[in-house]
């Protein structure tokens, strides 16, 4: 399993933009799939983005589709989320998660998780 710490969260204006950082730690990180997901206020947790251990393979939710984009760079053992076009309803703690392959993660069967980042998004 690796480790998994999310960062570049904060409070934003609707319309701007964020880039969310997921650092791996250990030496398998381009073996797992990854995830973003996120829990907004009084909701489930939900997947928005997964992508595949090489990187040519993604998912969306129609929620985030066209306004964010995942991606990763296996030397440096980390996965991105960015985030434009923000709106108040992607308001939430998002978080990042690992699997052992792409079709695992969209089923939701995670390895790890990261310990989630606040995005804020105010009007």
């Known amino acids: 399993q690796v480790q998994l710490v999310e960062s570049g969260g904060g409070l934003v204006q609707a319309g701007g933009s964020l880039r969310l950082s997921c650092a791996a730690s250990g030496r398998t990180f381009g073996t797992y799939a990854m995830g973003w997901f996120r829990r907004a206020p009084g909701k489930e947790r939900a997947l928005l983005a997964a992508?595949?251990?090489?990187?040519?393979?993604?998912y969306y939710a129609d929620s985030v589709k066209g306004r964010f984009t995942i991606s990763r760079d296996n030397a440096k053992n980390t996965v991105y989320l960015q985030m434009n076009s923000l709106k108040l309803e992607d308001t939430a703690v998002y978080y990042c998660?690992?699997?052992?392959?792409?079709?695992?993660?969209?089923?939701?069967?995670?390895?790890?998780w990261g310990q989630g980042t606040q995005v804020t998004v105010s009007s």
């Open positions: 992508l595949s251990r090489s990187g040519d393979t993604t």
């Open positions: 998660a690992s699997g052992i392959s792409f079709g695992a993660v969209v089923a939701g069967d995670l390895s790890s």
